[in-house]
C-alpha cells in the first residue's frame, strides 16, 4: 500500500526567510500528488498538484513543489513566509488503481516568527 | 462558489449518546469522504462513498456508521459515542474518477468533544 511521510512535524520560521516542506512517498509508479494548508479552525485547501510533465508545480499563495523520482519527493517551497502563512501542510498522493482515494501524509506545522 | 458544508463547526457531546455528523455537498459529485484528524496522525479515511446508499469501510470504520440517502448528502454516525473520538472530522467530495487526479473539496471540519 501507497504511504506518505513528512519528517518534519513542525518548523518555525521568520518572516520573510525561504521555506521548504519535505514529503516522501512510497510507491512502485508515479502517483498523482497533492499539497493542501489548512489555516487554523479551516479545512483543507488545495495549494498545489502534479499529474506529470514539468517536474516543477507552481501553485497559488507564491508556492511551488518540486517532484524528484529518484527521491520519491515532493517538496513544497516558498522563497518569502508572509505571516499568514502560518498554518498545517498536508501532503498527500492519489492512486487511481488503488481505489481512487487519496492518502496523506501526517502534516508540517510551520510557525512563522515575526 | 462550490461547497462542501459541514452543519455544526463544533459539537461537544455525552458520552454514549448517538452522534450524527452532517455534510452536504453542491457540486453534484459522486464521491464522498469521511475523514478524522489527530494532531500528529494527519488524516485518517474513516468510510467513504461513491454512490448513493454504497459505502466502503476505510482505515479506521470501528464505531463509526454512515448513511448516503441522496447523492448531495453524506452523514456520519458515532453510535455510542466515547471519549476517543474526540477529534476534527472532515468531510470531502470528488468527481467520480477524479479523486486521484484532481484531490478533493473539503468542508471547513467538525470538532467534535465528547465528555
Known amino acids: 500500500a501507497q504511504s506518505v511521510t513528512q519528517p518534519d512535524i513542525h518548523i518555525t520560521v521568520s518572516e520573510g526567510a525561504s521555506l521548504e516542506l519535505r514529503c516522501n512517498y512510497s510507491?512502485?509508479?508515479?502517483?498523482?500528488l497533492f499539497w493542501y494548508v489548512q489555516s487554523p479552525g479551516q479545512g483543507l485547501q488545495l495549494l498545489l498538484k502534479?499529474?506529470?510533465?514539468?517536474?516543477l508545480v507552481q501553485g497559488i499563495k507564491g508556492f511551488e513543489a518540486e517532484f524528484k523520482r529518484s527521491q520519491s519527493s515532493f517538496n513544497l517551497r516558498k522563497p518569502s513566509v508572509h505571516w499568514s502563512d502560518a498554518a498545517e501542510y498536508f501532503c498527500?498522493?492519489?492512486?487511481?488503481?488503488?481505489?481512487?482515494?487519496?492518502?496523506f501524509g501526517g502534516g508540517t506545522r510551520v510557525l512563522v516568527k515575526p | 462558489d462550490v461547497k462542501v458544508t459541514q452543519s455544526s463547526r463544533y459539537l461537544v457531546k455525552r458520552t454514549g449518546e448517538k452522534v450524527f455528523l452532517e455534510c452536504v455537498q453542491d457540486?453534484?459529485?459522486?464521491?464522498m469522504f469521511w475523514y478524522r484528524q489527530d494532531p500528529g496522525l494527519g488524516l485518517r479515511l474513516i468510510y467513504f462513498?461513491?454512490?448513493?446508499?454504497?459505502?466502503e469501510k476505510g482505515d479506521i470504520p470501528e464505531g463509526y456508521s454512515v448513511s448516503r440517502e441522496k447523492k448531495e448528502r453524506f452523514s456520519l454516525i458515532l453510535e455510542s459515542a466515547s471519549t476517543n473520538q474526540t477529534s476534527m472530522y472532515l468531510c470531502?467530495?470528488?468527481?467520480?474518477?477524479?479523486?486521484?487526479?484532481?484531490?478533493?473539496?473539503f468542508g471547513s471540519g467538525t470538532r467534535l468533544t465528547v465528555v
Open positions: 470531502a467530495s470528488s468527481r467520480l474518477w477524479e479523486a486521484s487526479n484532481y484531490g478533493y473539496t
Open positions: 510507491y512502485g509508479a508515479t502517483p498523482y
Open positions: 502534479y499529474f506529470s510533465g514539468d517536474t
Open positions: 498527500a498522493v492519489g492512486i487511481k488503481a488503488a481505489g481512487n482515494k487519496l492518502t
Open positions: 457540486m453534484d459529485h459522486e464521491n
Open positions: 462513498s461513491y454512490d448513493v446508499k454504497m459505502k
